[in-house]
């Protein structure tokens, strides 16, 4: 399966930011699927993570209550709303999905990955 990451930008601290994952395969619908960031000069983060169902999410402690992850499979997306965004969440975003498993914090469990789409939040 192919992902797709876009909408990210250039915002101002305190702003809100949307980005999107699209997938090429209807069976993304099955795939648990996270999000990462990875900051110039240090290692991959995870961010955010959401079962193939949607019913189930997590979310890193620096993130959690500012960010939010769905899906919608109608459209094979999976979106990331970026809230009350912070300087230090500047990095280059990636979309991940795994084919079998759980929705997962290590990057290693994930399958596919995303070409990442760069955020950048301005103070």
């Known amino acids: 399966v192919q992902l797709q990451a876009s909408g990210g930008g250039l915002v101002q601290t305190g702003g809100s930011l949307r980005l999107f994952c699209a997938a090429s395969r209807r069976t993304f619908n099955s795939y648990a699927t996270g999000w990462f960031r990875q900051a110039p000069g240090k290692d991959r983060e995870f961010v955010a993570t959401i079962s193939g169902s949607g019913g189930s999410t997590g979310y890193a402690d620096s993130v959690k209550g500012r960010f939010s992850i769905a899906r919608d499979n109608a459209k094979n997306t999976v979106y990331l709303q970026m809230d009350s965004v912070k300087p230090e969440d500047t990095a280059v975003y990636y979309c991940?999905?795994?084919?079998?498993?759980?929705?997962?914090?290590?990057?290693?469990?994930?399958?596919?990955w995303g070409q990442g789409t760069q955020v950048t939040v301005s103070s």
């Open positions: 991940a999905s795994r084919v079998w498993g759980h929705a997962s914090i290590s990057p290693g469990d994930y399958d596919y």
